[in-house]
């Protein structure tokens, strides 16, 4: 099939999902902040290819902020959402607070969870406690529905005092 059949295709595709209510391609509730993007390749008459830097909260632990940055694939494909994204993204997690636990919580636990194509692929960020060093560790990977890709950026914080307020120990929470 060629480069233009295979475009329109897509396009077709993406006007039947929206027209039957399927969710957009962002993780749905709350979604991150969009910090800033940068072009990294020009596109002529259609949206740039880009590095986008997001940041969101861990919704179980409070105190501890992550940020991570995606590639977005612009073009026909990218500019209606059709264009199946890049598996690499990095991660940094840092504590800029008190941690405070709200729940317990599973290894590997989702903390975010983002598509990065109409259907078959998806990014997450899950969380982990290192009991020994009493650390926070996030992995951010991509998976497929078929095939996932081994690329994955990890990220630590170990828990520090804050103030007055004792460290909490991770392994009393995550288990």
Known sequence: MSKAKTQLFRALALALALAAGLPAARAQGEGPDLIMR???VFK????NDKLAVYGIDDP?????ACHYTAPERGG???MFGLAEERSEVSLACRQYGPIRFSDKAEQGEVVFRERRSLVFKKMQ???GCDAKRNVLVYMAYSDRLIEGS???STSSVPIMP???APAPKCAEFIR
């Open 44 to 47: 002529l008459l259609t949206p």
């Open 150 to 152: 081994p690329q994955n």
């Open 60 to 64: 179980l632990v409070e105190g501890v």
């Open 162 to 164: 804050w103030g007055d």
């Open 76 to 78: 026909v494909a990218g």
């Open 125 to 127: 960020i899950v969380r």
């Open 38 to 40: 940068k072009s990294t």
